[in-house]
């Protein structure tokens, strides 16, 4: 029997949450590990925030709100990356 490629079929674009899917590398429905990372939007925020006289480490404050920082979906099972959100 021949090997057949089951395409990946979202419900929609990934976002922020994690999002079921069909994983092409173990070929399972999961539910997406979201790990979030700092990216574009993150280091704007804090520049911007630093500049507008919030030093005393107010500035820092986008480091720690997943809103505002990239995401990056893997598959629990096989540890795939299936892709990344990103802000900007």
């Known amino acids: 029997m021949a090997n057949v490629q089951v395409p990946v ?16 590398k173990c070929n399972q429905t ?3 590990k979201v790990d979030y990372n700092a990216g574009l939007l993150t280091y704007i925020l804090c520049g911007g925030l630093f500049f507008c006289g919030f030093v ?5 404050i986008p480091f720690c709100v997943d809103r505002l920082r ?7 099972t096989c540890k ?7 802000r900007l």
């Open 9 to 24: 079929v979202t419900v929609g674009p990934l976002g922020d949450s994690p999002v079921q899917i069909v994983c092409p």
């Open 30 to 32: 999961v539910l997406t």
């Open 56 to 60: 005393l480490g107010c500035c820092l």
């Open 70 to 76: 990239d995401a990056k979906h893997t598959c629990p």
């Open 80 to 86: 795939t990356v299936l892709g990344v959100y990103k």
